[in-house]
């Protein structure tokens, strides 16, 4: 399953967008990463606005969501989509929308061997590794001036 030019990335809030994010969370998540999935969902996704990436037959095939405060986090792509561009174009997406809302600046929580495709996309590493379910993570910002 490779994105296409032609893919589809949707925004929406979690009442319109749920399903599919859920279902790409948990399989990336919470059956490869082994997150708990009591912790995997939790209140920001109400107050946040996600994105979903469609490939060309219509399968969700990755995710991520934008806080209220900048913040950008869930950002997972299926193991069939992985290096086709999905995580870096739903990542343009979810910028451009923190710019249009006015925010002068993103952060992210960063899994540690993610970080060198934020740092591609402009993000900056700030502070010491720390762990989050039991996963290695680094605090990344990006300023959108």
Known sequence: MSIEPHSDIRLGDWSALRADAQLIRFEVFVDEQKVPAEIELDDMDAVSLHAV??????????TGRL????????????????????????????MA???????????????????PFYQRHGFAIEG???????????????GLD
């Open 53 to 62: 990436a469609y490939d060309a037959n219509g399968m969700p095939i990755g």
């Open 128 to 142: 010491e590794e720390f762990f989050e379910a039991g996963i290695a993570h680094v605090e990344m910002s990006l």
């Open 97 to 115: 929308q923190a710019r249009a809302r006015g925010l002068r600046r993103v952060m992210l929580n960063a899994q540690t061997a993610a970080a």
């Open 67 to 94: 806080l209220p405060d900048g913040h950008i986090g869930r950002m997972a792509v299926r193991k069939s989509a992985r290096g086709s561009g999905t995580g870096g174009a739903l990542l343009l997406a979810l």
